[in-house]
């Protein structure tokens, strides 16, 4: 008799297919978790900063830090090295131009100077000797040429006079010969004695022009060694206040070596040390502005120096309005450098979000409860906000913390206390 087989319910190849079956669900479900960025954190409110887009009036700006300045400064330096002997002023002070500051001494130079003072004068005299050797030769020849002259007229007087005599027949023909002989003879002599003397003269004023122009260079570089002993009394270069100067007595100070500054106290300006990255958006003629005392004052740049150490460069700027009585030299001002003109802007407030995305994507609040995380593109920045390029609407809210404590989360389900 045949047996009835009863059917299985469960198979093993259906047990295969139900496993298989929910592998590939979990597996879809992990890629659309995955895909949306990561998993979803609580956070508390009352820890989060929510700023909120705002279409406004914005300018580029960055803070930078300036100190006071004078106007001018002129660095004093030792002309001439030796020892502090006196010390008229002290650090501080105010200074007219030309007052003596410090007197140094220097045993060396002194000596130098006497030697070769000496040996100038010297070379001075016998050149001057020289000269009036010349001149007194000049003299002597003029002489001889005024003699001459004067022969020849008295010759040629007594010519005419024998010849007279002569036509007459009251002197000989011997005595007539001899007087119109002497006649020319006195000429020729005269007519020498004025070439000769002219082409004396000639050399005569070349030496003297060139003894001239020897005894003035003498006594130039006797001028220059004499001021040379006058530097040892440093003077002030400008009139001014007088810093930087600290000296003592017998202190020893090289040649060259900075002996301090006067600041000219008619003005001030700012300087500034800015980060290199700016180097190429910062010129002549940007604005900036300045806060004291609650009130803000206008500033100006008026040089940049390219110039990068330790990866910042230099900028100059001047007051605009008058300097407020409070300002002195060295004071540090909290500045904000203008990089654009004014233009209506979408913005959003700066917070430490920025340092923690680079500015690529933000926590965008969704309700009251949640915030999801959204990609942005944010462009320039001021002291206080952020130029929105795209996606972000006006009126929506942001999460300004900083993202660090938040990992990879996606979401914030946002709890209320």
């Not at 290199?276 to 008026?302: C, M």
Request: hydrophobic share 35%; net charge negative.
């Amino acid at each position: 008799m045949d047996k009835i087989i009863e059917k299985k319910t469960w198979t093993v190849r259906r047990w295969l297919s139900v496993v298989g079956g929910l592998l590939v669900l979990s597996g879809l479900i992990y890629l659309i978790v995955a895909g949306s960025g990561g998993g979803v954190l609580k956070v508390e409110r009352d820890r989060l900063t929510v700023g909120t887009v705002v279409k406004q009036g914005f300018e580029e700006t960055i803070p930078i830090t300036g100190a006071v300045q004078p106007l001018q400064s002129i660095f004093i330096t030792a002309t001439e090295g030796g020892t502090v002997q006196e010390i008229f002023v002290e650090d501080g002070a105010m200074v007219e131009q030309g007052d003596p500051l410090l007197r140094l001494t220097n045993a060396n130079l002194m000596l130098d100077f006497m030697n070769r003072e000496t040996q100038i004068i010297e070379q001075i005299n016998n050149l001057r000797n020289t000269r009036l050797q010349i001149e007194q030769n000049k003299r002597t020849q003029s002489q001889q040429l005024i003699d001459a002259d004067y022969q020849y007229k008295e010759a040629y007087r007594q010519f005419r006079i024998d010849s007279v005599l002569m036509r007459d027949s009251v002197i000989s023909v011997s005595q007539f010969e001899a007087s119109q002989n002497n006649a020319h003879y006195q000429k020729q002599r005269r007519d020498f004695t004025a070439r000769n003397l002219a082409r004396e003269e000639s050399i005569q004023n070349l030496q003297l022009s060139r003894i001239d122009a020897s005894i003035g260079l003498m006594e130039r570089n006797l001028t220059a060694i004499r001021s040379n002993l006058e530097n040892l009394t440093v003077r002030a270069p400008i009139t001014g206040e007088l810093t930087g100067f600290n000296h003592f007595l017998g202190q020893r100070k090289a040649q060259g070596e900075n002996l301090g500054q006067v600041d000219l106290m008619s003005g001030f300006i700012v300087r500034c040390q800015v980060d290199e990255f700016y180097l190429a958006r910062i010129s002549q003629g940007l604005d900036a502005v300045y806060t004291l005392s609650g009130n803000e004052h206008p500033l100006r740049v008026t040089k940049v120096l390219p110039q990068v150490t330790n990866g910042q460069f230099t900028v100059e700027m001047e007051f605009l309005d008058s300097i407020p009585p409070s300002i002195t030299r060295g004071q540090t001002l909290q500045i904000r450098l203008k990089l654009s003109n004014r233009s209506t802007a979408l913005t959003v407030p700066r917070g430490g979000f920025y340092q923690s995305t680079g500015g690529n994507w933000v926590f965008v609040l969704d309700g009251e409860d949640r915030a999801v995380k959204r990609d942005v593109e944010l462009g320039r920045q001021s002291t206080e906000f952020i130029e929105v390029l795209s996606g972000l609407e006006e009126g929506e809210q942001i999460i300004l913390n900083s993202y660090t404590t938040f990992g990879d989360a996606s979401q914030l389900e946002i709890n209320k206390n």
